[in-house]
Structure formats: structure tokens, C-alpha cells
């Protein structure tokens, strides 16, 4: 029975894209607002920062930005996020190893974008800064946030995790804010496959053909006397008795291909699997979680086209993280039977995932058709080959905002 997930979108035909309004950034209390992104094996710092309030403290010329002028603010801004924000939390802490910051403008349809215009406005210009630190199963963190613009009062620091979205408000007296993830959640982990089902063989079997046809020559050459010598007789029953020793000790085993409602729980399990390699943020981690599921040339070719389909298209940083596969269709594909150690079947598969990003929820609903070829490697199954017939892409930005609650 294939696997199906409630409220999946059905007869996609296209992208779709669903227009919200933008978060506002230009009130003054806004001038600096701060994000905390929490998934299950990283943990992002975000800001997005107005350039205008800091004209006078920066001595900035009035009128458009230039490039000099625009990179001297971004390496001021790296330098104060990464100094005057800490976050700590239980375990050792967290080392951002990757950051980006650029100027970004909001964009209707995918929250923000990178702001290329050779000049830009300084009445306009926007920044917005990643830190991500690859950690596992953040569940609580306090953050000293030091770092407000001139004559901020207030800042907001929303946070993004897989409880409800929270939010707190900080100020340049109460600084400090704790946060503790609302319920018990537990981290994805590699979905177990079926066991793998093997007979017994004897691949030597066709040898009792031989030894039958030495052992009764030889009884034949003593009843009819035809005058064999008895070295010969002995040679052709040793000769038989080793032949059909060899056939009957000589033991193997071979995969018995597994029924279809097997097939159906080793694909939904390889594919959930491989998705999963893409939780942890890490590429070593990524890579060998990946190679538990794909095997051959097909590895680097999966890791290097998901991991582009999951990030977000031009802002840089985050991917989108997939919570949920639905395994719609499973039949077998031409030519797909005939050796026991592999099999071949067309699936039809939907996967629902999002990320939060400088306070925007990205939501992704993909529709995949292909052809699959999933092969016996030592003890397990493994795909090894994936030919994309068709897919399909649904893509929803929404802006989710909490109430702000005492730090």
C-alpha cells in the first residue's frame, strides 16, 4: 500500500507562489531586528539591519551608496554582530563557521533579495546577516544581544523552531533573553529498511552431472570387464566422489527479490533516508549519511542536485529542511525484472519542507516522478539508479509573527 500523507497537495500543475505582505522595516524601532533560527542540527543567528540610522555615528555622505562605501558597512556589521550578540546554550558553544552577509531588498514573492544595484539609497539600504553553527537538538538558549542602533530603544528577537514561533523584546538595559523549546521533539534519524531475505544455494550443483557419469563408468568398467585397470576404476570413483562433494558442500546464498508491498517500505525508507542526509548542515555529515542510502556514480550526482534544490534560491545560507515524504505510486518499470540482486520500479513521491529565513517561512511542496534503481550492496539495499521523468514544484512564503514575551 502506498504511502500517503493527509492534505498533500494533489494535481499540481505548476508553480504557485502566494503573495504576503512584507515584514515592515522601517520603523525606527526596527532599525536593527533579530532572529534566531533553531532546527535539528543547526542553529542560525540572523539580523536585518537599516543602514540609515547609523549615517551620523558612520559619518555617511548623505544620497546613494557606493561599492567602497557599501563593502566598509558590511564588514562593520559582520564585526558587530559577531562581537556584540552571544548565544549560549547547554553543551559547548556554538562556532558560526558560516556567514553571510549582504544588502538585501524585500521581494513580494520571496520575502528578500540580494539588493545589485550599483547604487543604492542609503534611505533604502538593508542589511541582512547569517551566522549558522552546525549543532545537534538545541532544545534551550540564553543570547546577550548588545548591539542597537542609535536611539533604538527597543529591539525584537523572534525565534523560528520546530515548536511554535516566539518572540522577545530586549532593550539596551535588559539585554538578555532565554529561550526554551516548547514540547519534546525528537531528531530525524535513518528510517530502518526491511531485512534483506537470502536462500541458500550451491553453485556447484551441475558438477553432480560429472560425478554421477565417473561414478557409474566406473561400476559399469567392473561388471562388463572391459578390462580397465584398477588405478583407472579408483581414478573415475575418486574423481566422481570429489565432483559430487564439491557440489553438495559447497554452499552460497543469493537475494530473494522482495515481494511488491516490501518494495513499496524499502523505497519509502531509502527515500526518507536520503532527504534526511540533508537535516545536518554539516557536508562530511551529509555525504556519508547520503552514501547509506545511494551507491555508485549516482552518489555525487544526488548530493550536488539536492543540495542546490534545497537551498534558497539566491539569498545564500539556509535549506530548506523536508519534514515529510508522501510515496504516492509504486509499479514496476520496464525491464525491471530478471536478477534477484536489484530491481526496478516507476515511484511517485511528494515531499513538504520549509526553513525560516530573516522571519519569513518558506514553504516547499515538490511532486517527483521517476524511475528507480535500487540494487543488493553487502547487507542492504541501496539506490543506484534514478532516471527524473517529471517534476513539480509548489512554493508558499508566508510572514509568521508572534506576540513578544518577557525575555
Not at 244 to 254: D, N, Y
Not at 374 to 397: C, F, H, P, Q, Y
Given at each position: ?36 533560527g533553531v532546527e535539528p542540527f543547526e542553529l542560525r543567528l540572523e539580523a536585518l539591519v537599516r543602514v540609515e540610522p547609523f549615517r551620523d555615528a558612520w559619518e555617511l555622505e548623505p544620497g546613494v551608496l ?214 545536518f548542515r554539516d557536508e562530511e555529515a551529509i555525504y556519508d549519511t547520503l552514501e547509506a542510502s545511494v551507491t555508485g556514480p549516482l552518489l555525487e550526482r544526488v548530493y550536488l542536485e539536492m543540495r542546490e ?99
Open positions: 500500500m502506498a504511502r500517503t500523507v493527509s492534505g498533500v497537495l494533489t494535481g499540481m500543475t505548476g508553480i504557485v507562489c502566494c503573495l504576503v505582505p512584507q515584514m515592515q522595516v522601517g520603523a525606527a524601532e526596527d532599525a536593527i531586528r533579530g532572529f534566531v557606493g561599492a567602497v562605501e557599501r563593502e566598509a558597512i558590511l564588514e562593520k556589521m559582520e564585526g558587530l554582530f559577531a562581537s556584540e550578540v552571544e548565544v549560549r546554550i547547554p553543551e559547548s558553544p556554538p562556532r558560526f563557521t558560516e556567514r553571510t552577509v549582504r544588502f538585501i531588498v524585500p521581494d513580494a514573492e520571496k520575502g528578500f533579495v540580494p539588493d545589485v544595484r550599483d547604487a543604492i539609497p542609503l534611505d533604502e539600504a538593508l542589511v541582512g546577516l547569517t551566522f549558522s553553527a552546525a549543532v545537534r537538538g538545541v532544545s534551550e538558549l540564553e543570547l546577550d544581544w548588545l548591539w542597537f542602533a542609535p536611539g533604538q530603544e527597543r529591539l525584537v528577537v523572534e525565534v523560528a523552531s520546530r515548536g511554535k514561533p516566539s518572540a522577545r523584546v530586549l532593550t539596551p538595559v535588559e539585554n538578555t533573553m532565554r529561550w526554551r523549546q516548547s514540547g519534546g521533539s525528537d531528531l530525524p534519524s535513518l528510517r530502518e529498511l526491511p531485512a534483506m531475505e537470502t536462500r541458500e544455494t550451491r553453485p556447484l550443483r551441475l558438477l553432480l552431472v560429472p560425478a554421477l557419469a565417473m561414478g557409474l563408468g566406473a561400476v559399469l568398467a567392473v561388471i562388463r570387464r572391459r578390462g580397465l585397470s584398477l588405478a583407472r576404476v579408483g581414478g573415475l570413483l575418486a574423481g566422481g566422489c570429489v565432483a559430487g562433494a564439491l557440489a553438495l558442500g559447497v554452499r552460497g546464498s543469493e537475494v530473494v527479490e522482495p515481494e511488491d508491498p516490501v518494495v513499496e517500505e524499502i523505497l519509502y525508507a531509502l527515500l526518507r533516508n536520503t532527504y534526511h542526509a540533508f537535516d534544490s534545497l537551498e534558497l534560491e539566491e539569498t545564500g545560507g539556509p535549506r530548506v529542511r523536508v519534514y515529510e515524504i508522501a510515496l504516492r505510486e509504486c509499479r514496476e518499470a520496464d525491464g525491471g525484472g530478471g536478477r534477484s540482486e536489484r530491481f526496478r520500479r516507476r515511484a511517485e513521491w511528494v515531499t513538504i519542507g520549509e526553513v525560516t529565513h530573516w522571519g519569513h517561512t518558506h514553504e516547499r511542496t515538490n511532486r517527483y516522478e521517476a524511475e528507480m534503481t535500487v540494487s543488493a550492496v553487502g547487507d542492504t539495499w541501496k539506490i543506484s539508479g534514478l532516471d527524473l521523468l517529471n517534476e513539480e514544484r509548489v512554493r508558499k512564503i508566508s510572514r509568521r509573527e508572534a506576540a513578544p514575551e518577557s525575555s
